[in-house]
């Protein structure tokens, strides 16, 4: 069988609708910044994974979508992938998808009192208008679809091998995940509670559940995040990009006649 490769970005940087190779967008970005934030960068790079990416179901409020980007971005996640955003999630994760900021206006607007401190500009967004799409999406890229839902057939999530790739769902606030993607999963399993609550709040057992499966790959394999060094050069070209706020403009001007 052959190899899937999540990773999500071609051998091309595209910015503002011009392809450049890795290597000349890093070779003209790296002088507009710093030494110790290239090396940053470099130490995320060799972090990330997209074997393992948090699924958003449902949620309505932009307070628990910014809380749980941030924990997936701070625990290595390259990726989030969020199904049927609604209400004031929804309207902010718009304009994250196409790479654009909000505004604290906005924010404040929207009634987010957690900003997601920037994480979902170094997060690769992906939504689905429907939990069919998704399934069939993440099927096709070769991911085991793992549910959080107390269910009589839930196991522990110790129980869980995060060595295969995975996809972590996470419901909304008042439902949980959804009868038709509770259908397609592959397991379901729970997170340890010791007190006399039936759950945890949807950021916090996102939160839980991340770091326990970044603590699990690292237990089994000795490492978590995953990337080729092609991988890393790529990624580590687009963080520069988001790094630079004249990068397209840069860019055009040193390489235009190369692209």
């Known amino acids: ?29 790296e002088a507009f910044i710093s030494l110790v934030r290239q090396n940053r960068i470099a130490e995320v ?6 074997n393992l990416v948090p699924v958003i179901e449902g949620l309505h409020d ?20 969020v199904v049927r955003p609604e ?45 069919d799409e998704f399934v069939r999406s993440a099927k096709a890229r070769g991911y085991a679809i793992l549910a959080t839902h107390l269910t009589t057939d839930a196991m522990p999530i110790a129980e869980w091998d995060f060595t295969q790739p995975t996809a972590l769902v996470f419901g909304n606030e008042k439902d949980g995940v959804s009868d038709v993607l509770l259908a397609h999963a592959d397991a379901n399993v729970v997170l340890p509670i010791d007190g006399f609550i039936q759950s945890y709040n949807v ?49 055009a001007r040193e390489l235009g006649e190369r692209a």
């Not at 790079?45 to 997209?50: I, L, Q, S």
Request: net charge negative; proline share 3%.
């Open 1 to 29: 069988m052959a190899t899937i490769n999540r990773f999500p970005h071609s051998s091309t940087v595209d910015v503002g609708g011009v392809g450049y190779t890795a290597k000349d967008a890093l070779n003209v970005l």
């Open 45 to 50: 790079v060799g972090g990330r994974t997209y």
């Open 62 to 81: 932009p307070g628990n979508l910014h809380a749980v980007l941030r924990s997936a971005e701070g625990l290595g996640c390259g990726s989030a992938f």
């Open 87 to 131: 209400g004031d999630a929804a309207a902010l994760l718009e304009p994250y998808l196409v790479g654009e900021d909000v505004s604290a206006e906005e924010l404040g607007r929207r009634g987010s009192t957690r900003p997601a401190q920037g994480a979902q500009k170094w997060l690769d967004l992906y939504a689905w208008a429907t939990a």
């Open 203 to 251: 950021s916090v057992a996102a939160a839980l559940a991340l770091y326990h499966a970044r603590q699990d790959r690292l237990s089994r394999q000795g490492f978590h995040g995953d990337l080729s060094e092609e991988d890393q050069a790529i990624l580590r070209a687009h963080y520069y990009v988001r790094s630079v706020a004249a990068a397209e403009q840069i860019l």
